[in-house]
């Protein structure tokens, strides 16, 4: 451990958004769409990694994300997240999902996440050196924990990831249709 990089707390990277489900936000199965729901986890994770990191942040990877229960229209849906691990650049930022059902005050676990940001470098500012994480809640500690492991994993689907973008071809594919099979 580098004596002389700044640690902080995860509580202080912590973010809590809560937002209403509207009809507008419904997917076909009249529940929350995945895909908003993956855009407020990207924006509260965001804060986290820029909170820790003081810094610019991008968002590198959304690693996992586990949808546990569907969350309703007229419920509630507030998303809590923050760091549970870095490295020299990088960040994992872990997001808890609640749902709430607003009439009876029923809540429950809807989704969980972890997603990478990457803090990139300023103008004038091209080393940098983002601070380390110390967990406190019994929470914390246990989603810390496996940082090391999440982390390797990572960086073998990274190596995976760029062989597979070399291999997949990216031309237009419309360019290729058989138009005679119409």
Same mark, same amino acid.
């Given at each position: 451990?580098?004596? =002389? ?37 990207? =924006?509260?994770?965001?804060? #986290?990694?820029?909170? $820790? ?6 968002? @590198? #990877? ?12 007229? $419920? ?33 676990? @809807?989704?969980? #996440? ?42 073998? =689907? ?21 138009? =005679?099979?119409?």
């Amino acid at each position: 451990m580098d004596i =002389n990089r700044e640690t902080k707390k995860c509580k202080e990277t912590k973010v809590i958004q809560t937002h209403r489900v509207l009809l507008s936000d419904l997917n076909q199965h009249r529940t929350l769409f995945g895909g908003k729901l993956m855009s407020i986890i990207d =924006n509260t994770a965001s804060i #986290s990694a820029t909170r $820790h990191s003081r810094g610019i942040v991008v968002t @590198a #990877s959304m690693d996992s994300l586990d949808f546990l229960h569907p969350i309703y229209e007229d $419920h509630s849906v507030c998303v809590e997240s923050y760091v549970t691990g870095v490295g020299q650049s990088s960040m994992e930022v872990f997001a808890k999902v609640m749902g709430e059902d607003l009439l009876t005050g029923k809540r429950y676990l @809807a989704a969980t #996440s972890f997603i990478t940001f990457v803090c990139r470098p300023t103008e004038g500012n091209q080393k940098i050196i983002v601070p380390l994480i110390e967990p406190e809640s019994v929470e914390e500690k246990f989603v810390c924990e496996d940082y090391e492991v999440r982390r390797k994993k990572r960086i073998n =689907n990274l190596d995976f990831n760029e062989r597979f973008g070399r291999a997949v071809a990216f031309r237009a594919p419309w360019l290729d249709a058989d138009l =005679n099979s119409f």
